[in-house]
């Protein structure tokens, strides 16, 4: 069974911390694996990784694949309190283009 | 551009009735729409997937009689909560894609509460 796996649930940190969240999946046909960002409502894109040891970079946040090892982590430095919100993991997988999600790790920066 | 709107954003019902919820892609047309259910803290549940003129594709376990979807055209497909009951409540996300899986846009959710 397709499962992706995310840690940890949740964090607690201290505005300027530097937070690693991280993904790990077990699927068949592996396609690419995204991240998103939820605060309120609805979730929004972040990454999308389709190739091991490739770093993506938007500002604070950047985010790594390892095929081999089957996981990425979305790093976030210097976080700032807008920065709380639920860090969604989904992998594509398979022929029809599903979307696997994980559970989220819910992020809280305090000031 | 790439702007998913979702009618109502909220909605109270008495149990037993039935609630209707829009999925809009409002400057792109659509080739899939995904409907998905979040408890609170919880991830998103894919519930169903919706291609423009045909059967909806239900995930394991998601009833097809109460949960009827409907894709009208390629910016609009409905959710229709058939016989809420309390159990129903929930918060419903749509997401309308248009290419690949990083051109998945989400709506900002309805939130459902059957008393």
């Known amino acids: 069974e397709d499962k992706v796996v995310q840690s940890p649930l949740s964090l607690v940190v201290h505005e300027g911390d530097t937070v690693t969240l991280n993904c790990s999946y077990e699927v068949t046909n592996f396609r690419s694996l995204l991240w998103y960002k939820q605060e309120k409502k609805a979730p929004t894109f972040l990454f999308m990784l389709t190739s091991s040891g490739i770093e993506k970079k938007s500002g604070r946040l950047s985010s790594i694949l390892d095929k081999k090892e089957l996981f990425s982590i979305l790093n976030i430095t210097a976080t700032q309190t807008g920065d709380s919100a639920i860090y969604l993991c989904?992998?594509?997988?398979?022929?029809?283009?599903?979307?696997?999600w994980g559970l989220g790790t819910s992020l809280a920066v305090n000031p | 551009g790439a702007v998913v709107s979702q009618h109502p954003s909220w909605v109270i019902c008495k149990s037993g009735t039935s609630v209707k919820i829009e999925c809009r892609s409002l400057d792109f047309q659509a080739t899939t729409m995904f409907w998905y259910r979040q408890f609170p803290k919880q991830s998103l549940m894919l519930m169903a997937t919706s291609n423009e003129g045909s059967k909806a594709t239900y995930e394991q376990g998601v009833e097809k009689d109460k949960f009827l979807i409907n894709h009208a055209s390629l910016t609009l497909s409905t959710l229709t909560v058939t016989s809420a009951h309390p159990e129903d409540s929930s918060f419903y996300i749509c997401?309308?894609?248009?290419?690949?899986?990083?051109?998945?846009?989400f709506g900002p959710g309805t939130r459902l509460l059957v008393l």
């Open positions: 997401s309308a894609m248009r290419g690949g899986p990083e051109t998945q846009y």
């Open positions: 989904a992998v594509e997988a398979g022929n029809n283009r599903k979307l696997i």
